[in-house]
């Protein structure tokens, strides 16, 4: 029996990849840097993204980052536009049939917090965890290991809502069943490894 569900936030809960491809694109040109190529890092994490935009130049990286995080700061994500509408729709009948949520997101925790703050549903997260409070980052499974701890749930009693292949195989490896949402503006994003493909996330409720 289900007893709880978790899920990722970027390509999930909120259409944020957009975005965040934007800002930065907008700041390394403001730093007149420009990366070699044009690089999907739809559920990667800032370790990871910020070497492959600077692969060559380790000080360089180190530099553009902290400079990107003070520009991301004055830049804040703008919930209300791309949070889904249904997630407080969702939540709200998840909690009626008695299930624990979780959200697990690579994101930083201001912004995670930021967007449950902003979908209203404050009181309906049971545990929400940043991938940045991790050891290792997706594929590694220890975001999901460390929320069904927290949420006191057994793997075979809980599932996870992915987009990403990345987050995906993270989700797998922790030993959760895995819904994927389809993507939104029809990116090629290889969700075969899930175990199964939901096109809005109302349709959670249908694989309860």
């Not at 990722?8 to 190529?37: I, Q």
């Not at 060559?56 to 990107?68: A, F, T």
């Not at 209300?80 to 979780?102: M, S, T």
């Not at 922790?174 to 994003?189: S, Y």
Request: aromatic content about 6%; overall charge negative.
């Amino acid at each position: 029996m289900r007893k709880g569900i978790i899920f990722d936030m970027d390509g999930v809960l909120a259409d944020t990849e957009g975005y965040y491809t934007r800002r930065r694109d907008e700041y390394l040109h403001l730093m007149g840097y420009r990366r070699r190529e044009d690089t999907d890092f739809t559920g990667s994490n800032e370790k990871a993204l910020w070497e492959t935009m600077v692969p060559d130049d380790p000080e360089l990286r180190q530099e553009l980052l902290m400079g990107y995080r003070a520009y991301r700061k004055l830049h804040p994500l703008p919930f209300q536009e791309v949070l889904d509408p249904q997630v407080p729709l969702l939540f709200r009948a998840l909690k009626r049939r008695g299930l624990k949520i979780g959200i697990a997101s690579s994101s930083d925790p201001k912004a995670i917090a930021g967007l449950v703050r902003t979908a209203g549903v404050e009181d309906l997260v049971d545990v929400q965890l940043s991938g940045e409070l991790c050891r290792a980052h997706k594929p590694d499974p220890e975001i999901y290991l460390r929320s069904l701890e927290a949420l006191e749930l057994e793997a075979d009693e809980a599932f996870a809502v992915e987009d990403s292949p990345t987050g995906i195989l993270s989700a797998k490896r922790a030993g959760l069943t895995v819904l994927a949402l389809r993507p939104r503006h029809g990116e090629r994003l290889d969700q075969s490894q899930a175990n199964g493909v939901i096109s809005r996330l109302m349709d959670v409720l249908d694989c309860l």
